[in-house]
């Protein structure tokens, strides 16, 4: 918990534009992808699983799921809400912390 609170803190995570983050984001899921099959061979040895499912499900899972949410790195925003009266209500999506 220290060593999340202090990244998220003093981090360049924080910092960085919701672009550069999916380009993060998306690099890492091509890095997997191109280094897959020793990936596999590692969950594979990890839990027990045959390769071929480490490699077809996990590994292709993971892959799946970091481009997934490296689009919507630059998409999470605000939204307004409807309200009764003249008033104008909104949300605003911030990062609060570390989570645990």
């Known amino acids: 918990m220290k060593a999340a609170k202090r990244a998220f ?3 360049p ?3 960085m534009a919701p672009v ?16 897959r099959d020793e990936i596999a061979q590692l969950e594979s040895l990890d839990n027990g699983k045959p390769y071929s499912i480490a490699n077809a499900v996990d590994v292709q899972f993971s892959i799946n799921h ?11 925003h605000g939204e307004t809400l ?19």
């Open 82 to 100: 409807p309200s009764n009266g003249p008033f104008f209500s909104y949300t605003k999506r911030d990062p609060v912390g570390v989570v645990g």
């Open 66 to 76: 970091y481009r997934y949410f490296a689009g919507w790195a630059d998409k999470i």
């Open 13 to 15: 995570w924080r910092k």
């Open 9 to 11: 803190d003093e981090g």
């Open 20 to 35: 550069e983050r999916g380009k993060c984001l998306y690099k890492l899921a091509d890095l997997i992808e191109k280094n």
